[in-house]
């Protein structure tokens, strides 16, 4: 149990085109879903915080309409890179709370997606 | 804010012996969780250990085992008789006990290099 799927696994995109990439749970409901971008031996750095049918929380230093996230079901959160360029190449990952555990500690991730823009 | 460091970008093991991860924090609350995940090639996170704040006891998940420190804020990761799977980015996280979305901290990650 408890996977999360993200679709595509690798994009590769032209500059200036818009991209979306897709995370879903897919045995359990999760309410908030989590997404990171990380580079090349680096860290997981978080990006935002989607909540099912609210606005998501971005971090200090994220673009808002750049980075576009929509969390329209349980199961289902995107994330649109709008007008990508070559620095937004990157490696996604999300990740998911299971809805119906309150207090559970852990949260699920998916396999990532690896973005180039060309 | 809270922070997570640790301070060794790479290390080194020879197949079938003891490694020992170092990760310390800095919080100023009193009930949160502890993480250690490995991220192999694939680079799909793989949750390998956990430690909840009010357990004194130290958490063991077969080879893997942590050793807690509370008041020094250190959460070490211990692998014994390693082998060549475990060879992976590892990285320690936190996450607070009390709202802020349940989101994780993570520290920089250590590289694992595991030698036959």
């Known amino acids: 149990g408890a996977v999360v799927s993200q679709h595509p696994s690798w994009v590769i995109c032209k500059s200036g085109t818009s991209v979306k990439i897709e995370c879903r749970s897919l045995?359990?409901?999760?309410?908030?879903m989590f997404w990171y971008r990380q580079f090349p031996k680096q860290s997981l750095m978080l990006m935002a915080t989607?909540?099912?049918?609210?606005?998501?929380?971005?971090e200090q230093g994220v673009e808002k309409d750049k980075f576009l996230i929509n969390h329209a079901s349980l199961t289902l959160s995107t994330l649109t890179v709008t007008s990508a360029h070559p620095e937004d190449s990157s490696f996604y990952i999300c990740?998911?709370?299971?809805?119906?555990?309150?207090?559970?500690?852990?949260?699920?991730f998916g396999p990532g997606t690896r973005l180039t823009v060309t | 804010a809270q922070t997570v460091t640790q301070s060794q970008p790479e290390m080194s093991v020879q197949e079938a012996e003891t490694v020992t991860l170092s990760c310390t924090y800095d919080t100023s609350e009193s009930d949160y969780y502890l993480f250690w995940y490995k991220q192999p090639p694939s680079r799909q996170m793989i949750l390998v250990i956990r430690?909840?704040?009010?357990?004194?006891q130290n958490a063991t998940e077969n080879r893997f085992s942590v050793n807690f420190q509370k008041a020094a804020k250190s959460f070490s990761l211990k692998i014994s008789d390693s082998q060549l799977g475990d060879a992976a980015m590892y990285f320690c996280?936190?996450?607070?006990?009390f709202g802020s979305g349940s989101r994780l901290t993570f520290g920089e990650g250590t590289q694992l290099t595991v030698n036959p």
């Open positions: 990740s998911a709370r299971d809805t119906w555990l309150a207090r559970t500690y852990e949260q699920y």
């Open positions: 045995d359990f409901q999760a309410t908030t």
């Open positions: 989607s909540n099912e049918g609210s606005k998501a929380t971005y």
């Open positions: 430690q909840e704040a009010y357990k004194q």
């Open positions: 996280a936190y996450r607070s006990a």
